[in-house]
Each structure stands twice: as C-alpha cells, then as structure tokens.
Nanobody, 123 residues
Framework: QVQLVETGGGLVQAGGSLRLSCAAS????????LGWFRQAPGKEREFVGA????????YYADSVKGRFTISRDDAKSMVYLQMNILKPEDAADYYC????????????????WGQGTQVTVSS
C-alpha cells in the first residue's frame, strides 16, 4: 500500500522560501521516480521536479531550475522540495507522486498521488 503525504505549504512573500515535505510509504511498489507536480487554479497539473529512486538523479522543470531543490532522507522516508526565490507564479497546490517504469515528466505515468499542499505567494 502506497501512501504519500505532503506538508509544508503556506503563505510566503515573493522572494521567500518554503520547504515542502513528502512522507513516502511505498510498501512493495517498485518506484522508478518520485515526482513533484503543481496545479494552479484553472490550469493543468504541471511537472516541477523528480528524483530517480535508485540513481538519485534529479530533474527539474525549466521554470524552477536553480531555485528549487529536491532532496531525500531515507532514514525518515521523506523527500523534500526546497523552494527558494519564490514568485507569484509559483503559487499552486503541490503534489508528490510515484511511478514505476514511466517518464518522470509525464503526470499520466504516475500511479500514486498525495493529497497536495497549498502554496500561496504574495507579491
């Protein structure tokens, strides 16, 4: 049974930082990537970043590259999304998800999703 729980969202001023956490209980599911996605009101859910579960390689959307960083703490079964220099356009609900054998950027390849955490950025 896979369970993903995101926390850490909130209100931050533009230029500020937030760290989102994803508590990942993956059971026997064979994870290839854990991804972070976001969805703003009225928009499609979009790829933010992902970590290769075995190789630890990380991938980022161009819109967040250099500002957002994914890290992982195996001892705590946690994956983090550190978000710096936040912009109003970063405001969205953020989700972590896991997939097996698909493409890290493609949301339809992801099998399990958390409930999301809301990030609001004031200008």
């Amino acid at each position: 049974q896979v369970q993903l729980v995101e926390t850490g969202g909130g209100l931050v001023q533009a230029g500020g930082s937030l760290r989102l956490s994803c508590a990942a209980s993956i059971g026997t599911f064979s994870v290839t990537h854990l991804g972070w996605f976001r969805q703003a009101p009225g928009k499609e859910r979009e790829f933010v970043g992902a970590i290769d579960w075995e190789g630890r390689r990380k991938y980022y959307a161009d819109s967040v590259k250099g500002r957002f960083t994914i890290s992982r703490d195996d001892a705590k079964s946690m994956v983090y999304l550190q978000m710096n220099i936040l912009k109003p356009e970063d405001a969205a609900d953020y989700y972590c998800a896991v997939e097996s054998g698909g493409y890290f950027w493609r949301k339809d390849d992801y099998d399990y999703w958390g409930q999301g955490t809301q990030v609001t950025v004031s200008s």
